[in-house]
């Protein structure tokens, strides 16, 4: 399968530049690229120009073509935007049934895709009550049920724990055949050894294109996570933004939460915390870890007071900040600068939004909506706008996920700042370079460390 970019230009609406910018670019059958780059250079959009959703789901104002030939699967990098039925095997069914496959065919490839994704919690299980990276593996499952001629991967990794990365990345490898494979990442160590090509994009315009030997000499952007950078060191957050109105500790007593699935067919009830117990305190960052689907989000939830237990108690303040794994899920305004304003706003305070915006990188943005970002923009907004309010409790699932090395450590800093502040913080993440006082070790919804 051939893709091909000839003189393209894509502004979104409203945007003051374009995010592709007269892109010149060529894939040819069988061939396998990482496309990289700074947060937002362009490379989720130049995927979504490929799959042919802008100007379509995605409006703004083109120039230029693209030319595309053959069967395309692409994973997001939001996996629940992908999601269209309520159980994981008639999800990953979805594609082949839309091929008009044979019922025994779509059958095999939906078990075949799930086993080789590592999803093992049977057809049956509900898509409600998988965790972020479940719901990673199971997007991609969908995509490579469709045995696609070029397979178009945007993040695929950054939800999961290392182990489980590499896993799913041999998945990939295994099944993409002679496929055609576009991947976009970060963390991109993992993939340099398995693809012929490296493309760095940087203002929506190449700024390398060659082999992976050359790229490893190149003198590419500082903020690329190159193999044997050390992390960078987290950035200076004024006091001012991050210092909080009352600081609150957290205790938790033997909380067991369940996730519950109801619909007309039947009712899941799947055992998500099991006992926890864990004291938080002001001035410390804790972080949750453990593998993909160990219980960390919902040990996260379950300490800020925001799911009933089935039993057990936590003691956690009424003021809080909560930033979700999908930041969209967050946003209650329509431009950056409403949705940072509008948690001050709810407990009468005041937040000096434009040096919130120059922290975190969205200087010129705060008219735009906060969907027109990219991933990693959403993120630190999503941050920065659950803690516009200075809370005393500031609890992040998965807040460096979707960062280079310079905004990473925006991230970083803040919530390293929080805490130093006076702030309790918490955060769940597989990011083992994100500086922390502890780790608390999830394993099917047990502390074990």
Request: charged letters at 25%; hydrophobic letters at 45%.
């Amino acid at each position: 399968m051939t893709v091909a970019f000839h003189d393209y230009s894509w502004t979104p609406l409203h945007a003051r530049r374009p995010a592709l910018d007269r892109l010149d670019l060529r894939i040819d059958p069988g061939e396998r690229v990482l496309l990289v780059g700074p947060s937002g250079s362009g490379k989720s959009t130049a995927l979504h120009a490929i799959a042919g959703a802008l100007g379509t789901t995605l409006v703004g104002e083109a120039s230029g073509s693209v030319e595309v030939h053959g069967r395309i699967g692409m994973v997001t990098q939001n996996p629940s935007s992908s999601i269209v039925a309520d159980r994981i095997g008639r999800d990953v069914a979805f594609g082949p049934e839309n091929l008009g496959l044979p019922r025994e065919e779509i059958w095999r490839r939906v078990d075949a895709a799930l086993e080789a994704v590592g999803l093992d919690q049977g057809r049956e299980r509900f898509t409600s009550a998988l965790s972020g990276g479940e719901r990673h593996r199971l997007a991609l499952a969908g995509a490579l049920a469709t045995e696609p001629d070029l397979l178009l991967l945007d993040e695929p990794t950054s939800m999961l724990d290392a182990e489980l990365a590499a896993e799913v990345r041999d998945a990939v490898l295994r099944v993409v055949g002679d496929c055609s494979l576009l991947v976009v990442e970060h963390r991109f160590e993992l993939w340099l050894d398995h693809v012929d090509r490296v493309v760095v994009l940087e203002e929506g315009r190449p700024v390398f294109d060659g082999s992976v030997p050359s790229f490893r000499g190149a003198a590419v952007p500082e903020a690329l996570w190159m193999p044997g950078r050390p992390a960078p060191e987290p950035a200076w957050i004024p006091e001012e933004l991050v210092h909080p109105f009352a600081p609150a500790g957290v205790t938790a007593r033997a909380l067991v939460i369940d996730r519950v699935t109801r619909t007309l067919r039947g009712t899941e009830r799947t055992r998500a915390v099991d006992g926890l117990t864990l004291e938080l305190a002001p001035g410390t960052l804790t972080a949750l870890v453990g593998r993909s689907g160990a219980g960390k989000s919902t040990a996260l939830l379950a300490l800020g007071g925001l799911l009933e237990p089935v039993s057990g108690e936590v003691d956690a303040p009424a003021e809080l900040g909560w930033c979700p794994q999908d930041p969209e899920l967050g946003f209650v305004a329509r431009t950056v600068r409403e949705e940072l304003e509008a948690s001050p706003a709810a407990f009468g305070r005041t937040v000096d939004v434009d040096a919130v915006l120059e922290v975190i990188g969205l200087v010129g943005r705060g008219d735009d909506h906060p969907y027109r970002l990219s991933g990693g923009e959403q993120r630190r907004l999503a941050l920065a706008a659950s803690c516009a309010h200075r809370p005393g409790l500031v609890l992040a699932d998965e807040p460096t996920v979707g960062q280079d090395r310079g905004t990473w450590a925006t991230v970083a800093g803040w919530l390293g700042a929080s805490a130093q502040a006076g702030a309790t913080v918490a955060v769940s993440t597989h990011d083992p370079d994100l500086p922390r006082d502890r780790d608390v070790v999830l394993h099917e919804g047990v502390v074990v460390r």
